[in-house]
């Protein structure tokens, strides 16, 4: 026999449940997205940090430089936006900014006997969570910002 107060309870129940489910899904959306924007990101500052190192002063190199430290002498500006332009991020990132310093010193490209460089680099990434938060408040219409810091240096072990 049916009870008469058990008639649409199971209406709220589904409803609330698929609002449930429908957050985990756009929350684990997010976070894959997110992770693996950062993990691009991060590929690409060491890249570009590892190519600004690349630039070795050959009398070190060559020379018998006297610590497994080799001294840079390239200018790190022009190598990230050279490695930039050889591997078209442009088109790969939607907002990408990319800078690169000699040893410590922001702002310092030219790494006169530094011995690593650091590139930061950061993009926007658009998380579809965050741009239905965009709706309501604009703080979040632009996506999040993401920023990676990337060091390298040259070693000799046999130098």
């Known amino acids: 026999m049916k009870r008469p107060d058990d008639d649409g309870s199971l209406i709220p129940l589904i409803a ?30 060491d890249g570009a940090a590892l190519a600004s190192a690349h630039s070795v002063s050959t009398s070190d190199l060559y020379g018998g430089g006297d610590s ?38 922001v702002g310092d490209c030219v790494a006169n006997g530094a011995d690593h460089v650091t590139v930061v680099a950061q993009d926007r990434v658009k998380l579809p969570l965050v741009s239905i938060l965009g709706v309501l408040d604009s703080k979040f219409a632009d996506g999040v910002q993401l920023t990676v810091v990337a060091h390298a240096a040259m ?3 046999t130098c």
């Open 155 to 157: 070693r000799c072990d």
């Open 68 to 105: 497994s430290r080799l001294r840079l002498d390239g200018d790190v500006c022009q190598a990230v936006a050279d490695y930039g332009t050889a591997n078209d991020l442009a088109t790969r990132f939607d907002r990408l900014a990319m800078s690169g310093y000699a040893g410590n010193q």
């Open 16 to 45: 609330f449940y698929f609002v449930v489910a429908a957050t985990l899904i756009l929350v684990v959306a997010d976070a894959s997205k997110f992770y693996l924007a950062r993990r691009s990101l991060q590929g690409v500052a």
